[in-house]
């Protein structure tokens, strides 16, 4: 333990810390000028009808204040590129960021929370950043962002371990076969190019975080990297959300670059200033502590029964990603209890088109979305004793149709706290 102490607390040059900082914002810039210039705060959080929030207690703020954030958002992530704002402007655009995908998990996706991870992580170890002295910080500061980008790839590669990519190839064959309509490449359906992808991209994560921490395949492991995010985002750029996050990974190698190596070459030898930098022994706890949790966090939905792709529970914030795909036809129903009629209602006018596709990847939007829909047959049409009901058949994977729930139970009646997997029928084998 003393050894992993003075490891811990040994004092390295913070260089690669602010280096990647600056990579990272520059990536970043892409997104933050994506949601002002591309309408994404008012196509996703103004306009839509219903909202899904990670929490009652999380609502959004007026239109003016909404858009307001979303330029403080921009000037914020513009603040991250100088050393003199860094840190206090990445405070800003963290809680500005986290704050928006955090009113909607209807447009959520992993990259967003890996990004407020991030954001969360430098804030709590780049006190202070400079390319013109030599600032020294203790290990764990560097060790911490290192073992997050560990985790992300670590933890993809475990998920993978199923019969479904092991047996099946899915959803790979999947993908490169929608890749196929829109490009019309035949490399794209050849059963040795689907086998390759699929199993180069199982090899591809559980290793390549080893490889990064090995100093001597580190530079093969930083080509590895680049090749493989590229390739990503070629694959996924027409057909999926992939958005910069291919090249933010690419910019985590720079948190594997040898720090000492690092400030000799950015940093002038005239440059003779050293400063150090401490951490409390309580922020040092509250770094290792972050990191345990990280690694216990995607493993939660063991706690729970039925399969967690399939019933969405603890698939969110687990690094379950590209893992399945699902075809649904749904129907929601309105049935005024006091006359019997029954009435179908047209959820996608009511959802945006991202609101609309995670309808059938999270479960946990369904029972939401009904309340909302018994909300509106009281006020528009006046049903005062409405029944929602919803006929949902769902073919996941290679599995045969089947309901995912009893289609005459009312979804409105049913609590928002009620997990999914207590009212969803089990996964057909």
């Known amino acids: 333990m003393n050894s992993l102490n003075k490891h811990l607390n040994y004092l390295n040059p913070s260089i690669t810390i602010s280096l990647f900082r600056l990579c990272f914002s520059i990536v970043l810039l892409i997104q933050s000028v994506h949601f002002i210039s591309g309408e994404f705060i008012n196509e996703n959080i103004i306009k839509p009808l219903i909202l899904f929030p990670f929490s009652n207690m999380i609502t959004p703020a007026s239109e003016t204040t909404l858009i307001a954030l979303g330029y ?6 513009i603040g991250m590129l100088f050393n003199k704002t860094a840190r206090f402007c990445t405070i800003v655009f963290f809680f500005c960021f ?8 209807g447009y959520f996706n992993n990259h967003y929370y890996f990004i407020s991870l991030i ?19 203790p290990n764990i500061s560097i060790i911490a962002l290192q073992l997050m980008v560990f985790i992300i790839y670590f933890v993809s590669g475990l998920n993978k371990l199923n019969p479904y990519w092991l047996f099946d190839l899915q959803p790979i064959k999947h993908i490169l076969e929608a890749k196929y309509t829109v490009t019309d490449v035949n490399l794209f359906i050849n ?95 509250l770094l290792i502590v972050f990191i345990f949790l990280q690694c216990l966090l995607p493993f939660r939905h063991y706690l729970f029964s039925g399969y967690v792709d399939y019933n969405g529970v603890g698939q969110r914030f687990s690094w379950r990603m590209k893992l399945m795909y699902k075809e649904v036809n749904l129907q929601y129903y309105i049935t005024d209890l006091r006359t019997n009629q029954r009435f179908e209602t047209n959820v996608a006018n009511m959802l945006t088109n991202k609101q609309f596709n995670n309808l059938k990847y999270f479960p946990d939007l369904v029972v939401p979305l009904a309340k909302k829909i018994k909300e509106i047959s009281r006020k528009e049409k006046g ?23 009893n289609p005459n139970i009312d979804l409105s009646a049913i609590s928002n706290k009620k997990l999914t997997n207590t009212w969803i029928k089990p996964l057909k084998k």
Not at 395 to 403: L, P
């Open 98 to 105: 986290t704050y928006f995908w955090l009113l909607d998990k």
């Open 191 to 285: 059963p040795i190019v689907i086998f390759l992808m699929t199993y180069c991209g199982l090899i591809f994560d559980l290793f390549i975080g080893f490889l990064l921490f090995i100093k001597k395949t580190r530079v093969f492991a930083f080509v590895i990297v680049i090749l493989f995010n590229i390739i990503n985002f070629y694959i996924f750029r027409d057909i999926g959300e992939i958005g910069v996050f291919p090249f933010i990974m690419i910019s985590t190698i720079i948190l594997f670059f040898d720090p000492v190596k690092t400030k000799k070459l950015l940093i002038p030898k005239s440059k003779k200033q050293t400063e150090n930098i401490k951490h409390s022994s309580l922020l040092t706890k």
């Open 383 to 405: 049903i005062m004793y409405p029944k929602i009901t919803c006929d949902y058949n769902i073919q996941f994977m290679n599995h045969s149709t089947q309901k995912l729930f």
């Open 119 to 137: 954001c969360f992580l430098i804030i709590l170890v780049e006190k202070k950043s400079s390319f013109k002295k030599n600032i020294l910080t």
């Open 72 to 77: 403080l958002l921009l000037i914020s992530n």
